[in-house]
Nanobody, 124 residues
Framework: QVQLEESGGGSVQAGGSLRLSCAVS????????MGWFRQAPTNNERAWVA????????TYADSVKGRFTISKDNAQNSLILQMNNLKPEDTAMYYC?????????????????WGKGTQVTVST
């Protein structure tokens, strides 16, 4: 059974940075896709942020491209999301997700495993 646990959320002012981490436990196929989603307080749906494929390819939502970087820390068996130049509209609960044979990386239903989330709040 795969378990994901996010950490690193917090409150920052606009323009600041945060580094989210997702600790992975249990067996996980190296070809699995891992991603970050977020859900704002006013939204009922989780919005895709970024995904890293098993081969290391990274893709980003347009809203975060150039500001966020997704990476893997193989030594710590973790997925990282470095967030720079944060904006108030980035305020949300951020979730780590993992899935095999992901066809649509932006679709939450493609991912089999989810963490419980970590809150990010960006103030003006």
């Amino acid at each position: 059974q795969v378990q994901l646990e996010e950490s690193g959320g917090g409150s920052v002012q606009a323009g600041g940075s945060l580094r989210l981490s997702c600790a992975v436990s249990g067996y996980i196929n190296r070809q699995i896709s891992m991603g970050w989603f977020r859900q704002a307080p006013t939204n009922n749906e989780r919005a895709w942020v970024a995904t890293m494929e098993g081969d290391g390819r990274a893709t980003y939502a347009d809203s975060v491209k150039g500001r966020f970087t997704i990476s893997k820390d193989n030594a710590q068996n973790s997925l990282i999301l470095q967030m720079n130049n944060l904006k108030p509209e980035d305020t949300a609960m951020y979730y780590c997700a993992a899935g095999s044979m992901v066809a649509d990386r932006a679709a939450p239903y493609e991912y089999n495993y989810w963490g419980k989330g970590t809150q990010v709040t960006v103030s003006t």
